[in-house]
């Protein structure tokens, strides 16, 4: 067993119980269609906020769970009668409903965990 640096190495909870490394590049996100391998399950990750998402987000497959570990940061998520703001602040977390739209505004760089099922994850520019 080897430490992991959930930045670079996401860890995928498998329906079957098990916890896999999985290796992460810059093209995680816009390559992960492809990889059914993944859609299984849940994905545990660590990202380092400092500037606002400059896209939304959406995971049509299920809930993703938000950490926010220092930091903070607002979520927007994206309703049928406008937006609702989630305030995080360190230590917070909050539960983004599946299909839903989201995005991060940065009031103060720090560090989010995400659990998410990445299966069918969509982006748009905001």
Do not use: K
């Not at 816009?30 to 987000?57: F, K, P, Q, S, Y």
Request: proline share 5%; aromatic share 6%; with cysteine.
């Amino acid at each position: 067993m080897q430490p992991i640096d959930l930045t670079q190495t996401y860890v995928q909870l498998t329906d079957g119980a098990e916890a896999r490394p999985v290796a992460v590049g810059a093209d995680f996100w816009e390559t992960i269609a492809e990889r059914t391998e993944l859609h299984a399950g849940r994905l545990v990750m660590l990202n380092r906020c400092g500037a606002d998402w400059a896209h939304w987000e959406m995971h049509p497959a299920g809930d993703e769970i938000v950490f926010l570990l220092s930091g903070a940061v607002d979520l927007v998520l994206e309703r049928a009668d406008g937006e609702d703001i989630i305030e995080l602040r360190r230590r917070a977390a909050c539960i983004v409903p599946g299909g839903v739209w989201h995005r991060a505004i940065v009031h103060q760089p720090g560090e989010m965990l995400f659990i998410t099922r990445g299966a069918g994850t969509r982006h748009r520019p905001v």
